[in-house]
């Protein structure tokens, strides 16, 4: 669900290692799911999707893995590299809009150790 | 391809006074239109989407409007500007994808009002 007003929790990583940035949605009709990241002053940038009926999506360094039981949705990066440094946002299509609307969580600050 | 210009970058106004944020989209046609804000170091809270000319839905009750008066042109208007008010704004458009819906962000304005 949506949680605009809570300060972003941080991970940090060492450089080289792999991330796992981790989301929880609440409504069991959410049908697609998506990623983005968002660099300090910029707009957020598209990294991955995924619908529902997949549980696993892979891109290049990313890769999205989605729990419908548990209603969890992760956010997995290979090699993490300085440039991945950024706030990173998973966002769901509110079912119950008839509307494309898309709902935002609270995001996760990444931070690289060199 | 697909652009969005979102202007002015910063904008600084007094408390009382108008507002008027323009957001373009080029190279689609018919987009979903969507206006967000973001606190300092939060996340997005959806404002408005709009799914056509003339067609716009609000999402937070408040002192903001919005317009679509063409089919790729989406403004956030306010009277009369309050405190609360300052934050980051972005404008973003969506499209279907082979997964679903995902949305392309303007480079956001940043306004503070004083």
């Known amino acids: 669900g949506e949680s605009v007003g809570l300060h972003l929790p941080t991970l940090s990583v060492q450089e080289g290692d792999n991330s796992i940035i981790n989301c929880a949605y609440s409504?069991?009709?959410?049908?697609?799911f998506i990623w983005y990241k968002q660099e300090s002053g910029k707009g957020p940038q598209f990294i991955i999707d995924?619908?529902?009926?997949?549980d696993k999506r892979q891109g290049q360094r990313v890769t999205v893995l989605l729990n419908k039981t548990v209603k969890h949705l992760s956010l997995q990066i290979a090699a993490t590299q300085p440039g991945d440094s950024a706030v990173y946002f998973c966002?769901?299509?509110?079912?119950?809009?008839?509307?494309?609307?898309?709902?935002f969580g609270s995001g996760t600050r990444l931070s690289i150790r060199p | 391809s697909q652009t969005i210009h979102q202007w002015p970058a910063t904008l600084v106004q007094p408390v009382g006074s108008p507002l008027s944020l323009e957001c373009t989209v080029e190279g689609t046609s018919n987009p979903n239109l969507y206006w967000y804000r973001q606190a300092a170091g939060r996340g997005l809270q959806l404002l408005f989407y709009s799914v056509g000319i003339g067609q716009i839905s609000s999402e937070v009750p408040q002192n903001l409007s919005a317009s679509r008066p063409q089919d790729r042109q989406f403004i956030l208007s306010s009277k009369k500007l309050l405190l609360s008010d300052s934050g980051f704004y972005l404008c973003?458009?969506?499209?279907?994808?082979?997964?679903?819906?995902?949305?392309?962000f303007g480079s956001g304005t940043q306004l503070s009002v004083l």
């Open positions: 966002a769901e299509n509110d079912p119950d809009s008839s509307a494309s609307k898309i709902i």
């Open positions: 409504n069991s009709a959410s049908d697609y």
């Open positions: 973003a458009w969506s499209v279907p994808g082979p997964v679903g819906e995902k949305l392309f």
């Open positions: 995924i619908r529902s009926n997949m």
